[in-house]
């Protein structure tokens, strides 16, 4: 066996994995000295790793496929059965060509441009308002925009509720219990909505513009050029939808961020187009969001002296990643200016996983992300005033996701 490697001896780990929550592999990884270890979870051996190098053997398809490696509890509320997140090769690839196809920089443009107007015409209703959380007011406003966008029609009247959804999926992911269940049941009524609406299409009930994320999903042609079944259709339109309401996240980690780093403000209205980006690339590397990755051993290897057996779950760390002294100086300080010489890596800042989109698993709305929130942290610093009363603003990295307690609360909201 793996005589070299620190083991992490339990019977299974997975409560305590559930307990530190984004700090679990990250505390291992400290005290063992070591970029992997081993230990039980979710009752099977798995090798945990960390790092920039980690990251690198990760991405290698040669090495590790998809298929089989997540838990059916996550399929079940966060990603949906069977879709993109679980393919590999040319079938994975020819998948990811259609996703990638939808967020052009144009199609980036437009949803953030959106994004912008739902921001801007919100004021007069806050202006009005005692206090605004902002992390609620963003994801109604994501969701609204983001079907807007993707050519799915929405009332006004269904906003909140499935706003709420698409939330409850995302914070479903490290959640046992009452909110494991909620995030299954959020699932099963966007998919029979979703459904519905890509049925509707099909039958020419409900018309849908070409080149909208709503009609190329409807039609999309697979490998061997049949339309996806109307669930699985759903369920990949779904995964560009639920994503987009879930960056209200990084959005009320960039007002906190803004709070806590008041010297920003300034420097941002200044407008320099370097300084946003550098802040927003701070925010996706320093706050937590998705907490680490799994794949499984495709063929046998050894790795600095660790044995990969074929069929193991191997689990990548990407928030201890995203931390890691090796790669980031003073890791646990926010530090925008730290991107001005950042090399580009692949697989070194990694909220959205590494390596390439177009031939792997990486995120493909990271221009998107990116777009969204630069559009939202302007509307932040040189659209409105507003006051921070007294609140608690603490996350607890023991569970995954996490946010402020108190989803950021505002209140004296003025028009700038
Ligand atoms: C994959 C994070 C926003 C669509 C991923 C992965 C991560 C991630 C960690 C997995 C990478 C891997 O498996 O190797 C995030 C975060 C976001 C975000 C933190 C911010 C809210 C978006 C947006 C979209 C999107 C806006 C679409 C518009 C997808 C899809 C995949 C994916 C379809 C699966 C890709 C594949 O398996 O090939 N994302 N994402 N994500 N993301 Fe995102």
């Known amino acids: 066996a793996n005589e070299d490697v620190p083991y992490d001896k339990t019977i299974d780990n997975t409560v305590t994995l559930l307990k530190e929550g984004y700090l679990f592999i990250p505390n291992r990884i400290r005290q063992y000295q070591s970029n992997l270890f081993?230990?039980?979870?979710?009752?099977?051996?798995?090798?945990?790793?960390?790092?920039?190098?980690?990251?690198?053997?990760?991405?290698?398809?040669?090495?590790?496929?998809?298929?089989?490696?997540l838990p059916k509890r996550i399929q079940k509320t966060l990603f949906g059965e069977n879709a993109i997140q679980t393919m590999d090769g040319e079938a994975h690839h020819h998948r990811k060509q259609l996703f990638l196809s939808l967020m052009t920089e144009v199609n980036q443009k437009q949803l953030a441009e959106l994004v912008t107007t739902e921001w801007t015409n919100s004021i007069r209703k806050w202006e009005n308002d005692k206090e605004v959380i902002l992390f609620d007011e963003a994801k109604d406003i994501l969701c609204r925009v983001a079907c807007q966008w993707a050519g799915v029609p929405l009332k006004d009247s269904e906003v909140k509720?499935?706003?709420?959804?698409?939330?409850?999926?995302?914070?479903?992911?490290?959640?046992?219990?009452?909110?494991?269940?909620?995030?299954?049941?959020?699932?099963?009524?966007?998919?029979?909505?979703?459904?519905?609406?890509?049925?509707?299409?099909?039958?020419?009930?409900?018309?849908?513009?070409?080149?909208?994320?709503?009609?190329?999903?409807?039609?999309?042609?697979?490998?061997?050029?049949?339309?996806?079944?109307?669930?699985?259709a759903a369920v990949?339109?779904?995964?560009?939808?639920?994503?987009?309401?879930?960056?209200?996240?990084?959005?009320?980690?960039?007002?906190?961020?803004?709070?806590?780093?008041?010297?920003?403000?300034?420097?941002?209205?200044?407008?320099?187009?370097?300084?946003?980006?550098?802040?927003?690339?701070?925010?996706?590397?320093?706050?937590?969001?998705?907490?680490?990755?799994?794949?499984?051993?495709?063929?046998?290897?050894?790795?600095n002296q660790c044995e990969f057996k074929k069929g193991m779950l191997v689990i990548l760390d990407v928030y201890g990643t995203n931390h890691d002294r090796q790669l980031w100086e003073n890791p646990n300080e926010f530090n925008p200016e730290r991107f001005k010489t950042w090399n580009n890596s692949l697989f070194d800042l990694i909220p959205q996983g590494g390596g390439e989109a177009a031939t792997g698993h990486r995120c493909p709305g990271e221009g998107i992300t990116i777009e969204v929130m630069k559009a939202s942290l302007d509307f932040l610093v040189n659209k409105i005033e507003f006051d921070v009363p007294n609140q608690d603003l603490s996350y607890d990295l023991s569970e995954m996701p996490t946010l402020p307690k108190s989803g950021f609360m505002m209140n004296n909201i003025k028009r700038k």
């Open 38 to 69: 081993e230990t039980r979870l979710l009752g099977q051996k798995v090798i945990c790793m960390s790092g920039k190098e980690a990251a690198e053997l990760f991405y290698d398809s040669k090495r590790f496929q998809r298929h089989g490696a």
């Open 236 to 303: 990949e339109l779904i995964n560009v939808i639920r994503p987009i309401v879930a960056i209200a996240t990084f959005i009320t980690f960039s007002a906190l961020a803004l709070h806590e780093h008041p010297s920003y403000k300034e420097k941002l209205q200044q407008g320099n187009s370097d300084d946003c980006h550098f802040f927003i690339q701070e925010v996706r590397r320093y706050y937590p969001f998705g907490p680490f990755l799994g794949a499984k051993v495709k063929n046998e290897f050894v790795w």
């Open 161 to 232: 509720e499935r706003a709420n959804d698409f939330i409850a999926m995302v914070y479903a992911f490290g959640a046992v219990g009452p909110q494991h269940w909620k995030g299954r049941n959020a699932r099963r009524q966007i998919e029979d909505w979703m459904k519905g609406i890509i049925e509707d299409v099909r039958d020419g009930k409900l018309s849908a513009k070409e080149g909208s994320v709503l009609y190329e999903m409807a039609f999309y042609d697979q490998e061997d050029h049949r339309h996806l079944d109307s669930h699985m």
